[in-house]
C-alpha cells in the first residue's frame, strides 16, 4: 500500500469584482477496491456553501453556491489516500475475450454501447489507416497485447505538447500535427480502441512523477477499456504503459469534455485569469 498526498489549487483572479455562479468541482478520487481516502478537506473562497451527489458515472461531484461576490476564487483541495494497486497487470479476462477479435455478451453491450460508438465518424477511415500501422486486420494477438501496442505506439510516435487551453484535438488534428497533450492522446486511443470493437471512456486524474514535459504539476489524463472479468483497465498512452499505483482517478466519462475539474460561470464584464497548481507526493 501507497499513501499520497494530493494539494490541487485553482485561482481564478477577476478584473473587477464578479458574481459568482454555482460551479461544479470534480476533485475527490474515485474510491473503490484500489483506492481509499483517509482524509480531504476543501477550502473555498469566497465562502460557498457545497452540495455533494454522484453523477450518472458515479463520480463524486460537490456544488458550490456563492453568497458573495468577490475578485478572487480560490479552491484549495488537500487529500491524503491510500492506493493497493501493487501489481496493475496482476488480473484475469475472461476466456472468451483473452484473444483479439472478441464479441462483448449481450448484457455487457447493453451497457457499453455508448462507449463503443465512435465520435468521430468522419474520422473513421484516417483512424483506420492509422491503426494498420501496427495491427494488421487478421493478424492474431491477445486483447492485452493489443491495448498495450495502442498505448506504446501512441508514445512513441506522438511528441507530447503542453496545452494549457481548454478543450481536446480532433483525432485529425492530433494525427495531423504528430503532438498532442495528455487529453488529446486519451482520446485518440479512446476512439481507436472503440474503432477496433472495444468499450473505452475517459479518465481525469492525477499522476504521480517528478515534474517534467509530461507532468509539470497539472491534471493528467488517460483512457481505461472494459475488458470481460477483468472490468475497466486503464492504459495511459502518453507514457505508454499500463495504469497503475501512480496513477490517480477523480472522474471518467464517455467524452473528455463532460469533466473538468472546476467549471462554472460569472456574470460581469471583469477579465478573468487562471492559475492551476497540483502537487503529488508519496508519504512514507
Known amino acids: 500500500m501507497k499513501r499520497y498526498k494530493i494539494l490541487h489549487r485553482t485561482y481564478y483572479n477577476f478584473s473587477a469584482e464578479v458574481e459568482l455562479k454555482p460551479h461544479q ?15 480531504s478537506n476543501l477550502k473555498i473562497t469566497p465562502s460557498a456553501s457545497l452540495r455533494w451527489f454522484r453523477d ?3 463520480n463524486s461531484v460537490a456544488i458550490a453556491s456563492f453568497d458573495s461576490p468577490g475578485r478572487q476564487l480560490l479552491i484549495e483541495s488537500e487529500i491524503i489516500i ?20 472478441f464479441f462483448y455478451q449481450t448484457e455487457d453491450s447493453i451497457v457499453l454501447i455508448p462507449y463503443m460508438q465512435v465520435v468521430e465518424q468522419g474520422a473513421s477511415k484516417q483512424l483506420a489507416e492509422w491503426i494498420a500501422n501496427f495491427w494488421k486486420s487478421g493478424e492474431q494477438i491477445q486483447t492485452y ?29 492530433t494525427l495531423k500535427l504528430g503532438s498532442g497533450s495528455c487529453r488529446d ?12 470493437g472495444f468499450a473505452a471512456r475517459f479518465v481525469s486524474g492525477y499522476l504521480n512523477t517528478p515534474p517534467s514535459s509530461v507532468n509539470y504539476g497539472a491534471t493528467h489524463a488517460w483512457a481505461e477499456v472494459f475488458l470481460p472479468g477483468a472490468g475497466w483497465k486503464g492504459f495511459d498512452p502518453t507514457i505508454g504503459q499500463v495504469v497503475g499505483t501512480n496513477h490517480i482517478p ?3 466519462a464517455r467524452l473528455p469534455e463532460s469533466v473538468p475539474p472546476v467549471s462554472g460561470a460569472y456574470l460581469g464584464s471583469a477579465s478573468a485569469t487562471l492559475d492551476v497548481g497540483v502537487w503529488v507526493n508519496e508519504l512514507v
Open 82 to 101: 491510500q492506493h493497493f494497486d501493487q501489481s496493475p497487470l496482476d488480473f484475469l479476462v475472461a476466456d472468451y475475450a483473452v484473444d483479439y477479435p
Open 185 to 196: 492522446s486519451a482520446y485518440l486511443f479512446m476512439e481507436a480502441a472503440r474503432q477496433l
Open 25 to 39: 468541482l470534480r476533485l475527490r478520487p474515485r474510491e473503490g477496491h484500489e483506492l481509499r481516502i483517509e482524509s
Open 250 to 252: 477523480i472522474a471518467v
Open 56 to 58: 450518472v458515472e458515479d
Open 145 to 173: 497485447s493489443l491495448l498495450q501496442r495502442l498505448a506504446e505506439h501512441i508514445e512513441q510516435t506522438l511528441r507530447y505538447q503542453l496545452r494549457e487551453e481548454p478543450g481536446v484535438q480532433s483525432v485529425q488534428q
